[in-house]
């Protein structure tokens, strides 16, 4: 079975602070992981992927499969960057089904 | 630019109505997924389908059904729908062609269906 777990429903930070969005999953295969954002009043869409090894909008996650984590990262905290983020997995070589945790909204204080 | 468009942005029934909520895309994709979105819970898979007149059921099924009679459109049917089966709709497409693996390729998503049943 596959699962998401994000443990922090609300993160404050203030602006031009660092961010960490904790993500842990949890999965007996080959996993594929997301982060996916939903800015107010927009639709969902993707951040960024593990596949991509990309650096979106200066957020980074990276793998660490002995922690069995995808933590998204920023240095510094933008008042745009507030937003529900979703981490989200599937499984690498299966069909496209994607679990997705329950959310972490991050708020930017000015 | 990819599109995903869904019937109602809102909509209003009374419980033991049959509800319809529909999704279409126009990139081609092979996959579509119907989810809902509850506070708290995040989203939650209900169908999705791989293939025309193909179905799979995701993590909470019971009470839904979907039907993929085309490969650009998708439809979610709530066959008696009950009050815990308001919430926000989302659908969402992907593709499975381009070289890489499978399971690793973007959702896109359409603006959602908030589904009031009273």
């Known amino acids: 079975a596959q699962r998401v777990t994000q443990p922090e429903k609300l993160l404050s930070v203030f602006k031009g602070a660092p961010v960490e969005l904790k993500c842990n999953y949890s999965?007996?295969?080959?996993?594929?992981l997301f982060w996916y954002v939903q800015y107010s009043r927009q639709r969902l869409q993707l951040l960024l992927r593990h596949i991509s090894r990309e650096s979106i909008k200066g957020f980074t996650a990276d793998l660490n499969k002995g922690e069995t984590s995808f933590h998204l990262k920023k240095p510094f905290a933008q008042e745009e960057d507030s937003a529900m983020y979703y981490c989200?997995?599937?499984?690498?070589?299966?069909?496209?089904?994607?679990?997705f945790g329950t959310g972490t909204k991050l708020q930017v204080i000015p | 630019d990819v599109k995903v468009t869904q019937s109602s942005r809102y909509l209003v029934k009374r419980t033991g109505e049959k509800v319809f909520l529909e999704c279409v895309q126009d990139?081609?994709?092979?996959?579509m997924f119907w989810y809902r979105q509850d506070p708290g819970l995040g989203l939650r898979l209900i169908y999705f389908?791989?293939?025309?007149?193909?179905?799979e059921k995701g993590d909470i099924p019971e009470g839904y059904s979907v039907s993929r009679e085309k490969k650009e459109r998708f439809s979610l049917i709530l066959e008696s729908a009950s009050t815990n089966q308001t919430s926000m709709y989302l659908c969402?497409?992907?593709?499975?062609?381009?070289?890489?693996?499978?399971?690793?390729?973007?959702?896109?998503f359409g603006p959602g269906t908030r589904l009031t049943v009273t």
């Open positions: 389908s791989y293939d025309v007149k193909m179905k």
């Open positions: 999965y007996s295969g080959s996993p594929e």
């Open positions: 990139m081609d994709h092979e996959n």
């Open positions: 969402a497409s992907s593709d499975n062609r381009g070289g890489l693996p499978q399971g690793t390729y973007e959702q896109y």
């Open positions: 989200a997995l599937s499984a690498r070589g299966g069909y496209q089904k994607v679990t």
